[in-house]
Nanobody, 121 residues
């Protein structure tokens, strides 16, 4: 089974930066796209960013383009989410995910436990 463990969440002031990490263990990881999702209180879970484990191609939600950057370190089996220019509306539990493109849609197969990010005004 693929295991995902997030870390790096915390409290940050608006305009600040935070870097999340997702430690990944498992096999056949090249078949997966790694992603970050977030869920704010009272809101539905939403997609944030994704990266191909094999070729490094990325995609982002419009709300975070230009502010967030997803990356991966294959040697360390770790995926990162660098978050800059943080806004209060970025406050949420951020979860790492592993999924695949099924009929050109991203279907998550594994989830991490999540890490809390709180942005104060």
């Amino acid at each position: 089974q693929v295991q995902l463990v997030e870390s790096g969440g915390g409290l940050v002031q608006a305009g600040g930066s935070l870097r999340l990490s997702c430690a990944v263990s498992g096999r056949a990881l090249s078949f997966y796209r790694m992603g970050w999702f977030r869920q704010a209180p009272g809101k539905e879970r939403e997609f944030v960013a994704a990266i191909s484990w094999s070729d490094g191609s990325t995609s982002y939600a419009d709300s975070v383009k230009g502010r967030f950057a997803i990356s991966r370190d294959n040697a360390k089996n770790t995926v990162y989410l660098q978050m800059n220019s943080l806004k209060p509306e970025d406050t949420a539990v951020y979860s790492c995910a592993a999924g695949r493109l099924i009929n050109m849609k991203y279907e998550v197969e594994y989830w991490g436990q999540g890490t809390q990010v709180t942005v104060s005004s």
